[in-house]
């Protein structure tokens, strides 16, 4: 019943923003430890961002500090993730996942959606 769904993914050059959105139906985001993950082509699917329950706690990779920022509108049901000063390493399929507990492995999200490509230019 759960499903979450990723927007907001695009082609822009180095340097650019993108705000990438996860709405959510069949749970409630602000009940939920909510993630971001991103995979290139050839490359495990890595950690990006998670937000806690409350949102009173953030956590990123060190490759997006001070660039992305993650966070949430409960009254929308939905998880954003602002991406500042792009690189083309940050190329990718961007998934937005659930948990009900806040880690950076990937096996410990329990929903996922479908993903969104963003792709940086230099």
């Known amino acids: 019943q759960v499903q979450l769904v990723e927007s907001g993914g695009g082609l822009v050059q180095a340097g650019d923003s993108l705000r990438l959105s996860c709405a959510a139906s069949?749970?409630?985001?602000?009940?939920?430890?909510m993630g971001w993950f991103r995979q290139a082509p050839g490359k495990e699917r890595e950690f990006v961002a998670a937000?806690?329950?409350?949102?009173?706690?953030?956590f990123y990779r060190d490759s997006v500090k001070g660039r992305f920022t993650i966070s949430r509108d409960n009254a929308k049901n939905t998880v954003y993730l602002q991406m500042n000063s792009l690189k083309p390493e940050d190329t990718a399929v961007y998934y937005c996942?659930?948990?009900?507990?806040?880690?950076?492995?990937?096996?410990?999200?329990?929903?996922w959606g479908q993903g969104t490509q963003v792709t940086v230019s230099s």
């Open positions: 996942a659930s948990a009900k507990v806040l880690t950076t492995g990937p096996h410990s999200y329990e929903s």
């Open positions: 937000i806690n329950w409350s949102g009173g706690s953030t």
């Open positions: 069949g749970l409630t985001v602000s009940s939920y430890n």
